[in-house]
């Protein structure tokens, strides 16, 4: 379905983690994004980023929001998926096949790369972890250089999305925005109880 020009990919969780797995294993590169409506009215005013979401092999529903644009016009959306558990879903996978996964880390980010490294070593021990603190600038950095097969960055949208689009000529097999993900498991930031979550009133929690 798309909402305001943006296409919102409507699957099942069972059917997202397949085809994630599915991505994992095919030596090509896919982009997944986590599409909440902070992502489709940044897209209108920004083409680029809305034509790499519409490239996009996997747009994740994230955020209520996007439940009540799809009941808006008499759709069912069969699954709403945030950031911070497809992160983990990921995370869970690439530590099953022992892949590399590169991460791209804001300068100016909460939580830096070190502390991130640390947190994600210390639950996914089959996973090689690589990268640093970056920018935007650093566009070029040859990611593919470290043998990594998911790159995961936390620029924040568009910037994130952006860069990730730069780098499909690596080895990358998946790559995923991922906000500010990380500061949950490095507990920096204190995400919302379950409870919250399931009713869609995590941005409440934030608020």
């Not at 897209?43 to 209520?64: C, H, R, T």
């Not at 945030?82 to 100016?108: P, Q, T, Y």
């Not at 790369?113 to 920018?135: K, P, Q, W």
Request: with cysteine.
């Amino acid at each position: 379905m798309n909402i305001l020009g943006v296409r919102i990919d409507n699957f099942s969780k069972k059917e997202i983690l397949e085809k994630i797995g599915n991505f994992l294993d095919e030596e090509k590169f896919h982009q997944i994004a986590t599409v909440n409506p902070e992502f489709i009215l940044q897209a209108q005013k920004d083409s680029e980023f809305k034509d790499i979401l519409n490239a996009a092999e996997l747009n994740v529903a994230d955020g209520i929001g996007i439940r009540f644009a799809f009941m808006r016009f008499g759709k069912y959306l069969r699954a709403r998926l945030a950031g911070a558990d497809l992160l983990l879903e990921i995370l869970r996978l690439a530590d099953e096949k022992k892949l590399g996964v590169f991460l791209a880390i804001g300068k100016n980010s909460l939580s830096k790369y070190e502390e991130i490294r640390a947190a994600l070593s210390r639950s996914y021990g089959n996973v090689h972890f690589f990268g640093g603190n970056m920018d935007m600038s650093d566009q070029g950095y040859a990611v593919q250089l470290a043998g990594c097969q998911v790159l995961l960055c936390n620029f924040g949208a568009p910037q994130q999305e952006k860069f990730i689009n730069s780098q499909k000529n690596g080895t990358i097999r998946l790559a995923l925005g991922v906000g500010g993900s990380f500061d949950f498991l490095t507990e920096k930031v204190k995400r919302a109880p379950k409870i919250l979550r399931r009713f869609g009133l995590e941005w409440l929690w934030r608020l």
